[in-house]
């Protein structure tokens, strides 16, 4: 997966998200959701530990606010921030950059797992077609060709549906800042899991 953040990049977009308004850690993981289009939303595993280091540093504070800790800009981080404005200039289109690859290798891996899986079902109904022949079933071969090819077309038209859905649904995830950093990881992985249970015919 594409990095986003160059070393030391996040933090300091951290404190300009802060300078905006304080906010606990899943608020600040939702505005960098929704200022990337949803494409990329970093962990909690991302995002507190480098809270931690910033409030190590002064830069900004921690507050409880019932079961959350609300996080909040000092005027040290203030300084900072404003000391390396043209940096965050810097940081918005490197990530903006980033999450263009981002979001070209989640349609690439998409795409790529349903040309697989067409190509896998094309190859099953040849091998169909040649068992049949090659059986001596010489009388039903029309038959079942005629059968094989009407499944094949079936289940073209399924993954062709499946494909349409999946981009949609990716599309309203993204929009509510629910596309996380382990979507691509996910759909590999089941992707390749309905490859090999279609192919072993399952």
Partial sequence: MTP??????????????????????????QALGDRFGGTYIPSAGTIYPRLAKLEDEGLVTKAADGRKTVYAITDAGRAELEARAGELDDIENDVTDSVRRLADEVRTSVGDAMKTLR??????????RQDARQSGRSSRVEPESVTITSRLREAEAVVTEFRHQLRADLRVMAAHGELGEGTVTLLQTRLDEVRKAVRAGS
């Fill in 119 to 128: 190509a896998d079902l094309a190859s099953a109904a040849r091998d169909a």
């Fill in 4 to 29: 986003v953040f160059g070393h030391g990049h996040l933090r300091l977009y951290l404190l300009s998200l802060l300078s905006e308004r304080p906010m606990h850690g899943y608020e600040l993981m």
